[in-house]
């Protein structure tokens, strides 16, 4: 056993028979099998169970449904028996492979604020709080069948940090001035961030998924700045004429100009949004090796990139700005250093000193972003903070979670919800307190910053570091923005924050299995095919 298994050979030859035959032969012991052959036989002794017990009384019970509905001239519910067999198909494949209910989830995540516009959707939190949640069971369910969910790979940096700040928000409901019924509503900011890292962790395993979440962020990030585009030279159609009739108009058709939204919640969290996408995409075209693989990247960055300066966010420019600035810390090469400092020089001088390109509506109203003394907006947001620090200065742990911003004035009108906070960082200081504060940011900067270490000296495939560099110095960037802009906390963009530093935490992780891969791909090459 030692002789042969030990040494690899009698795993080769195994591995040859499941591949070719898609079943184990009898003849090999089990303590000759290897993990991944194990998970085979589980795998197929399960699918066994759901072909031979399961499948026959649903199928009859399912007929005689039908036919009885059909009798009876019940023809929805007839219908509805018909597609439980769909929905039975549906369960069972999540169940196998819980990734692709992420993948759906994670789509979703993109389009389905979009949706809302067309089609009356209530509760729609509380639908992708519901996923996420269906998504952490089956991935239970999945791990006590198939034994292959690594658990370990959920304890980092970031789900400690987060489960820590969920035992905090639990510990909130007893603030005396706070209200349960807000704390129920804001229950994703107080869970989400735990368990969206928590299934990343679990289900994200192999790079080429990685490589999936990249190309999918990059259709998506191109739909919606064509969205945009749209919006400009065609119109606005009439669900968005609608949003911007009921309100969205005052912040979005303003003296510089129209502020365009694609299919987000406002212009702020599309403009931070794409500013993430040029830089993320700016950076893969250099880790790239494939030319038509550049020419896409870098085409998806400069439309990315130009979307960002429609949306007329100002606070967006520190996105592409602020994640440059990690960039030159994390490449390690002086001559990226360089490029990266001459390139900040040169936007900084570019917009604050010079008045070149005034003449472009976009280009004026992004260049007030580096005068903010000369900007009312500015001027009347700070005069706001000073009013809330004034009043939360005399309350450690906050007003209470949900009990900020004029949005939630429907629960609880007091003094936190007349004022507008314009900005997550000051909505979670005025909810949770100076503790919460430093705890929430703590959390996340020192997940980025121990993410970007493992990034720069633990991974050392080329294209996976320059892929995970290029994911955090985005979502960096947004991080930054989130004290301009209230946007952090919505639709997609929690989402995708969490997911790039889980998945950067993740990268020593990646880098071992590229490096597993060819070096069994190389043993591959040695061992002849001794098996016809």
């Known amino acids: 056993r030692k002789s042969l298994c030990g040494r690899g050979l009698y795993r080769t030859i195994a591995t040859q028979i499941v591949g070719k035959h898609n079943r184990l032969p009898d003849a090999i012991p089990r303590f000759h099998r290897t993990k991944r052959q194990c998970q085979i036989a589980m795998r197929l002794g399960y699918n066994d169970i759901i072909n031979q017990r ?30 439980l067999p769909v929905l039975f198909i549906m369960a069972i494949q999540s169940v196998r492979y819980p990734v692709a209910l992420f993948f759906i989830i994670f789509t979703v995540n993109y389009y389905l604020l979009a949706a809302t516009r067309y089609i009356q959707i209530d509760g729609i939190s509380f639908l992708m709080d519901s996923l996420m949640a ?36 639990l510990a909130e409901i007893a603030n005396p001035t706070g209200l349960l019924e807000a704390w129920l509503l ?37 739909s919606a700045a064509l969205k945009a585009f749209a919006q400009k030279y065609i119109g606005f159609d009439y669900g968005e004429l609608q949003w911007l009739n009921n309100g969205g108009a005052l912040t979005h058709i303003i003296g510089y100009g129209t502020r365009y939204f694609s299919f987000f919640t406002d212009a702020g969290n599309f403009g931070s949004n794409m500013g993430c996408a040029s830089l993320l995409f700016a950076l893969m075209a250099i880790y790239v090796s494939k030319i038509g693989q ?71 109203r992004m260049r007030t972003a580096f005068t903010p003394s000369e900007d009312a907006s500015f001027n009347v947001r700070k005069e706001n903070r000073q009013k809330l620090a004034t009043y939360i200065n005399t309350r450690p742990f906050g007003e209470g979670i ?96 969490i997911t790039g530093i889980t998945l950067a935490l993740k990268g020593e992780y990646f880098d071992k299995e590229i490096s597993e891969t060819n070096k069994l791909n190389a043993n591959n090459d040695k061992i002849p095919d001794i098996i016809p």
């Open 54 to 83: 399961l499948f026959p009384p649903i199928f009859i019970l399912g007929l005689a449904g039908i036919a009885l509905s059909l009798s009876m001239g019940q023809l929805p519910i007839a219908m509805g028996l018909i597609g």
């Open 402 to 497: 949900g009990l900020s911003g004029v949005e939630n004035q429907k629960i609880s009108y007091r003094f936190t919800t007349s004022i507008p906070h314009d900005s997550f960082y000051v909505k979670i200081w005025v909810e949770t307190g100076i503790v919460g504060a430093i705890l929430f940011f703590g959390v996340y900067f020192i997940s980025v910053f121990r993410a970007a270490w493992i990034v720069m000296f633990k991974v050392k495939d080329k294209e996976l570091k320059g892929r995970l560099t290029a994911l955090l110095c985005g979502i960096f960037g947004m991080l930054l923005s989130a004290y301009g802009n209230a946007f952090l906390g919505q639709f997609p963009t929690y989402i995708i924050v």
């Open 186 to 222: 804001s229950r994703s900011l107080i869970l989400n961030g735990f368990l969206i890292s928590l299934i990343i962790s679990l289900v994200i395993t192999k790079n080429g998924q990685v490589r999936w979440i990249i190309t999918l962020l990059s259709i998506f990030s191109l």
């Open 294 to 364: 550049r020419i896409y990247y870098f085409s998806v960055a400069i439309i990315c990139l130009i979307a960002m300066f429609m949306s007329g966010t100002r606070g967006a420019m520190i996105v592409p700005i602020g994640g440059l600035m990690l960039y030159t810390l994390m490449s390690k090469n002086l001559k990226a250093c360089i490029l990266g400092g001459l390139s900040l020089i040169f936007l900084y001088v570019f917009f604050a000193f010079t008045t070149i390109g005034q003449s472009n509506v976009m280009i004026r």
């Open 134 to 169: 269906l998504l952490f069971v089956l991935i239970i369910i999945h791990s006590a069948l198939s034994k292959d969910i690594e658990w370990k790979h959920a304890i980092n940096t970031f789900t400690i940090g987060m489960f820590i700040w969920l035992l905090y928000c």
